[in-house]
C-alpha cells in the first residue's frame, strides 16, 4: 500500500486515509486543484511546472463529477438574478413561489414587470446588421493582463477562480460579478427567533397572562357568612340598650333624681315669670318629626310654663312639617291648659323661603303671614276682629317674648343673627329664648355669653328640659322618660367601659411570652 | 369678558338687599323687603317643583319596570293619599293628624333611635380598630358627658357635673367659636363671589 507522508508532523500513514493518524491533521485538501486546468496548463508561461497531487488519478467518480460541473459553472458567463432565479423554480419545480431570501414586493413587483414584458414581442434579429466592433484596449490594462498571466505565484492561486469572458476584463481571473452579486437581492440577516427565557420569567409570563385572560370574566363576590361576629355584636349591643330601656318602663324603681339647673336655664325661667299677664310670645317650631322626642320632651315644661302664665302663643314654622308638629304639642297638653286656636293660640303655619324669609317677621308679619292654618284671616277681616294672640302685633319686634324650639344649628344661627338684633332693637323689653338639641349647645353656648346677650336664655336636651321642670316644681312632665333616658345612657357607658376593657387587655393577654419568643428564636 | 343680562340682575338685587340692612333709606327698605317677598313666593312654588319632580321620577321608575319600583309605587301612593286627605280635610282635621302621628312621626322617630345604638356600637369598635392615644381621650370625654347628662341612681361622684360643665363650656365652646367664625368668613366670601359675578348659582 502506499504511503503519504503528513503535512503536519511528517509522519507515513496510508494513502488511503483522509487524517494523519497521529495528528489529526489532514492529509488530502477539501478541494483538489482543478485537473482540467492542470491538464491545460501542464506549464506556464515562465516554464515552471505546477506540482501535481499524487492522489489525483485515484479520485472517486463522483466527486470528479461534482469537479467537472463546477468547471462548467466557472466557464459560463455571469447571469442575472432573473436567470438564477428561473434556474432555481425550475429545479424546486415551484414557478410560483418566492424565492428564498427575496422580499415579497420585491417578488412581485419583478412578476408585474416580467408580465409587462412578455406581452412585448422582441424585435426580429437583423443578421445584416454588424455588432460593435471591439474596441482597443489601453496599454496599462493589456500590460496588467499580461503581467497577471506572467506572474506564477498568482496563477496559481488564482487557479479556481472564473475566468472572465467578455467585455474589456476579458481572459482576466478574480474578477468581481457585477450584474451577480450587485443585483442580487438579500433579505435581513436572520436571526434566531428564540428568546432565551429564564424560569422565573416563565413564571412571571404565566401569571401575567392569568392576570390579563382574568381581566375579561367575571369573578363571583366572595360569600359573606349571613351571621357573622359583627352582627352579633350590633344584635347584642342594640339588645342590651333596648332591654334595658323597656325594663326601666315596665318595672320602674326608686325614682332618680331630676338634674339641677344651670344658670341659662333659670334666665330663661326668670324670663317667662317676668311675663306680663295676657303677654304676647311668638314660638317657632323649628324642627323635622325625626327629632320630636327630645325636642317635645325638653320644651314640654317650658310651653308648661307659658300657658301656666296666660301668655297669647303665636305658632310659626319654616320647615314644612313644623305647624303640624305645633298643633300636635298643643294637643298634647290640652288635658291641662285648654288651649283654644283662634283664642289663646294661632298657628300661623309655614314661612317658605327658609331662614331667608325670617327677615320678613321684622317687617310687616300681616303681609308675610295674612292665614292661620285653618284658612282663617288672621289679622282680622270685614266680618273677624283680629285674633286675640295678634292684637297689636305688626312685626316680631312687639312681642313680649320670642321662643325658639330648635334642632338644626343653620336655623338657630339665622334666628340669633337676622332676628334678635331687630327684637332688641324694638323693645328693652323683648328677649330671645331658645329649646334646643343637645347637640347645639356648644354652638349656642357662645351666644349667650356673649355680652350683651344674643340668646337670653336657653332648654338644651333632655337634662336641660327636666332640670327645668324641676325649677318649674313640675317633675311630672319628665318623669316619664327621665328613668328611661338615664338607664339607657347608663347601659351606653357600661358597654363601651367593658368593651374598652376587654380590646385594651385582650393584645396583652395574646401577646407571646418572652420564653416563647426566645424559643422560636 | 360674557357678562350675561342674569349676572348683572343678580349683583343688583344683591346690592340692593344688601344696601338694605345697612342704610336706613326707605326706598331702599320698601325694595328689599319687596324682594324678599318674591323670594320666599319663589321658594313656595320651588317646593312644589320639587313635589311635581319626586312624582316624575318616581312614576318613569314604575312604569319603566326598573329595580326598586315596588318602593316608589309605595311612595305615589303615599303622597297621592296624603295630599287628597289633607288638601280635602284641612291639615288640622283629625284623618291629616292620623297619618302624620301614626306614619310620619314613628318612621322618623325610629329612624333616629337607631341612631343612638349605632353610637353606642361605634363606641365599642373605636378602641377595636383604632385604640389610639386621642381614641381614648374622646371614648373618655364621651362617657363622662354621658354619665354626667343622664341621672345616675344614688351613685356619686364627686366632680363629674363640673367636669361636663368644663367640658362643655370651655373646649366645646372654643371649638364651636372657631366653626362659627369660620361660617361667618365663609359666608362673607361666598356673598362677595355672588356679589362680584365670579360665582353664578343661577346659572343653569
Known sequence: MAEINCPLCGKANPDDFEVCQYCQARLKPLLAPDSAEENSLPQDETGVEEPTSPAAAEIPEWLQELRQDEDSLELE????????????????????????????????????????FDHIEPPPPSPAEPGPEPAALPDWLESIRLGLHGTPGLASSQATEPVESTGPLAGLRGVLAADALISRSRGPATRPAKLRVSANQLVHIDLLRELVESEGKSQPLPQKPSISSEHILRWGIALAVCLAVVWSIIFPGQPAALPAFQEETAELNRLIEQLPDGG?????????????????????AVIDHLMIQGAYLTLVSTTPLGPVLAERFIEELQPVHHYTAGV????????????????????????????????LAAWGSESQPVLPPLQGIQNVGDYDLVMVLVDDPDVARAWVEQVEP?????????????????????IIRPYYDANPRQVHG?????????????????????????????????????????????????????????????VKG | MKFPFSVAVAIGIGLITLAGYFLNI???????????????????????????????IHWNKLT???????????????????????????????YSKWIFNNVQLPVEGSLLALLAVILVVAGVRLLRLRSSMLSIIFIITAMVILLATGPLFGISVPGLTELRSWIAQVPAMAGARGLLLGIGLGIVAAGLRVLIGSDRPYRG
Request: glycine share 10%; net charge negative; charged share 15%.
Open chain 2, 26 to 56: 326707605p326706598v331702599l327698605q320698601t325694595l328689599r323687603m319687596a324682594l324678599i317677598e318674591w323670594a320666599t313666593t319663589l321658594a313656595a312654588v320651588a317646593l312644589l317643583v320639587g313635589i311635581a319632580n319626586l312624582f316624575t
Open chain 1, 344 to 375: 289663646q293660640y294661632v298657628n300661623l303655619g309655614y314661612i317658605p323661603g327658609g331662614t331667608a324669609s325670617l327677615v320678613m317677621l321684622t317687617g310687616n308679619m300681616p303681609r308675610a303671614l295674612p292665614y292661620t292654618i285653618e284658612g
Open chain 1, 77 to 116: 458567463p455571469e447571469r442575472s438574478s432573473d436567470e438564477l432565479a428561473a434556474d432555481i423554480s425550475e429545479a424546486t419545480g415551484d414557478a410560483g413561489s418566492i424565492p428564498t431570501g427575496t422580499p415579497d414586493w420585491i417578488y412581485e413587483v419583478e412578476q408585474e414587470t416580467q408580465r409587462d
Open chain 2, 64 to 94: 319603566s319596570g326598573k329595580v326598586g319600583g315596588l318602593y316608589s309605587a309605595i311612595l305615589i301612593v303615599s303622597l297621592v293619599l296624603t295630599l287628597g286627605v289633607v288638601g280635602w280635610f284641612g291639615p288640622t282635621h283629625t
Open chain 1, 280 to 300: 304676647q310670645v311668638l314660638v317657632a317650631f323649628d324642627y323635622e318629626p325625626g327629632e320630636f322626642a327630645e325636642l317635645d320632651a325638653a320644651a314640654s
Open chain 1, 422 to 442: 331687630f327684637i332688641s332693637s324694638s323693645s328693652p323689653q323683648g328677649s330671645l329664648g331658645m329649646v334646643i338639641s343637645a347637640q347645639l349647645e356648644p
Open chain 1, 458 to 518: 336657653f332648654v338644651a336636651g333632655l337634662r336641660g328640659g327636666a332640670s327645668y321642670a324641676r325649677l318649674n316644681g313640675r317633675e311630672e312632665l319628665v318623669r316619664s322618660y327621665w328613668d328611661s333616658f338615664g338607664v339607657g345612657l347608663f347601659m351606653a357607658v357600661l358597654l363601651m367601659l367593658v368593651a374598652g376593657l376587654m380590646y385594651s387587655t385582650y393584645p396583652l393577654l395574646t401577646r407571646p411570652s418572652k420564653s416563647d419568643s426566645e
